[in-house]
């Protein structure tokens, strides 16, 4: 009816499958799709049929492989593609940490993305933004175990390391880290011209080399199964775009404090603030409306203001 072979259906049907699409085939039948939901496709296709923003992911450009998608947000941004403007990819060639790391991005099932900003923000709010996308992968992290059989969600417990990594604990098990977020800026004529949020999400990855396996997990060991990335990839954008007109409205976090801490797993535990100059240790108590960590200190001196960037904080018993 198509006037198409059998061979050249063959050969799409291997392309789908190398693309991830589980197919069935019965000798003398053909062949059928079983569910896509459970299959872990990530293409432009798949993240835009979850994605529900106004702006945030529009448009969404999806390679296989790059350099750095927060690299190439700046390239676009200087061709002038809009705020919003998302780079999705499944391999990174030079992939970027903080401090000037780098972030190996392995085809191991993952998801690295970057997502371009134009705000209209005093530079000295602009840190925060991490922060939020930090709430926004958390909140998206739950939305993702919703959908998960529930005796492997009830094991995992998601939860915010601040100021901005998205950490799991397994079975009550030490937190482990999922997610990274570099976030760059460009200015010109001491204006911000652009942003971009950069996150690696570690979603099927398996293996971790010994030197990160003690702090790094994926959403996939976590749960014991193979997670959507696609659908993650838009959970994740669709509470950006929520939460990035919360923050906005105000510049500061009157509106998302309460969201975060729901996540803060440092709350409430002993932490080592690690400032070259006075290191000291305490109970951490939350954050404040700038997204700075509250903690006070085990000498009974009054509580002290962490910005992030600043000084990093660590666990007494562990990473968190
Ligand atoms: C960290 O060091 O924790 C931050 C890692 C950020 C990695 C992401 S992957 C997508 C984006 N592109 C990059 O080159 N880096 C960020």
Request: with cysteine.
């Given at each position: 009816?198509?006037?198409?072979?059998?061979?050249?259906?063959?050969?799409?049907?291997?392309?789908?499958?190398?693309?991830?699409?589980?197919i069935?085939?019965?000798?003398?039948?053909?062949?059928?799709?079983?569910?896509?939901?459970?299959?872990?496709?990530?293409?432009?296709?798949?993240?835009?049929?979850?994605?529900?923003?106004?702006?945030?992911?529009?448009?969404l450009?999806?390679?296989?492989?790059?350099?750095?998608?927060?690299?190439?947000?700046?390239?676009?941004?200087?061709?002038?593609y809009?705020?919003?403007?998302?780079?999705?990819?499944?391999?990174?060639?030079?992939?970027?940490?903080?401090?000037?790391?780098?972030?190996?991005?392995?085809?191991?099932?993952?998801?690295?993305?970057?997502?371009?900003?134009?705000?209209?923000?005093?530079?000295?709010?602009?840190?925060?933004?991490?922060?939020?996308?930090?709430l926004?992968?958390?909140?998206?992290?739950?939305?993702?175990?919703?959908?998960?059989?529930?005796?492997?969600?009830?094991?995992?417990?998601?939860?915010?390391?601040?100021?901005?990594?998205?950490?799991?604990?397994?079975?009550?098990?030490?937190?482990?880290?999922?997610?990274?977020?570099?976030?760059?800026?460009?200015?010109?004529?001491?204006?911000?011209?652009?942003?971009?949020?950069?996150?690696?999400?570690?979603?099927?990855?398996?293996?971790?080399?010994?030197?990160?396996?003690?702090?790094?997990?994926?959403?996939?060991?976590?749960?014991?199964?193979?997670?959507?990335?696609?659908?993650?990839?838009a959970?994740?954008?669709?509470?950006?775009?929520?939460?990035y007109?919360?923050?906005?409205?105000?510049?500061?976090?009157?509106?998302?404090?309460?969201?975060?801490?729901q996540?803060?797993?440092?709350?409430?535990?002993?932490?080592?603030?690690?400032?070259?100059?006075?290191?000291?240790?305490?109970?951490?108590?939350?954050?404040?409306?700038?997204?700075?960590?509250?903690?006070?200190?085990?000498?009974?001196?009054?509580?002290?203001?962490?910005?992030?960037?600043?000084?990093?904080?660590?666990?007494?018993?562990?990473?968190v």
């Amino acid at each position: 009816m198509l006037g198409v072979s059998r061979t050249a259906v063959w050969k799409n049907i291997q392309k789908l499958k190398e693309e991830g699409y589980p197919i069935e085939a019965v000798t003398n039948k053909g062949y059928r799709l079983l569910s896509v939901d459970e299959a872990d496709i990530l293409d432009r296709e798949q993240i835009a049929a979850k994605l529900t923003t106004v702006w945030a992911g529009r448009p969404l450009i999806y390679k296989e492989e790059t350099g750095s998608s927060n690299d190439d947000i700046f390239v676009l941004a200087a061709q002038g593609y809009p705020h919003g403007t998302l780079v999705v990819t499944s391999r990174q060639t030079a992939g970027k940490g903080r401090r000037g790391r780098t972030w190996i991005s392995p085809k191991e099932g993952n998801v690295y993305m970057s997502i371009l900003l134009k705000p209209d923000l005093p530079a000295e709010v602009t840190p925060m933004l991490t922060v939020v996308m930090a709430l926004s992968v958390y909140q998206a992290s739950l939305d993702m175990t919703a959908a998960q059989p529930q005796e492997s969600a009830a094991r995992c417990r998601f939860g915010i390391k601040w100021p901005n990594d998205i950490v799991v604990s397994v079975d009550d098990g030490p937190y482990r880290k999922l997610c990274g977020i570099l976030t760059e800026m460009r200015m010109e004529d001491r204006e911000i011209s652009a942003i971009t949020i950069g996150i690696g999400l570690n979603v099927n990855q398996m293996e971790f080399a010994p030197e990160i396996a003690e702090n790094a997990t994926s959403y996939g060991l976590a749960l014991g199964r193979k997670v959507n990335r696609a659908s993650l990839t838009a959970y994740t954008w669709n509470h950006f775009e929520e939460n990035y007109s919360l923050f906005t409205q105000t510049q500061d976090f009157s509106k998302l404090h309460d969201a975060y801490e729901q996540g803060l797993v440092n709350k409430g535990r002993s932490v080592h603030v690690l400032d070259p100059r006075t290191p000291f240790t305490g109970t951490a108590v939350g954050i404040n409306m700038q997204g700075e960590l509250l903690v006070q200190p085990d000498d009974g001196s009054a509580v002290r203001t962490i910005a992030s960037g600043e000084v990093s904080v660590r666990g007494v018993q562990g990473y968190v």
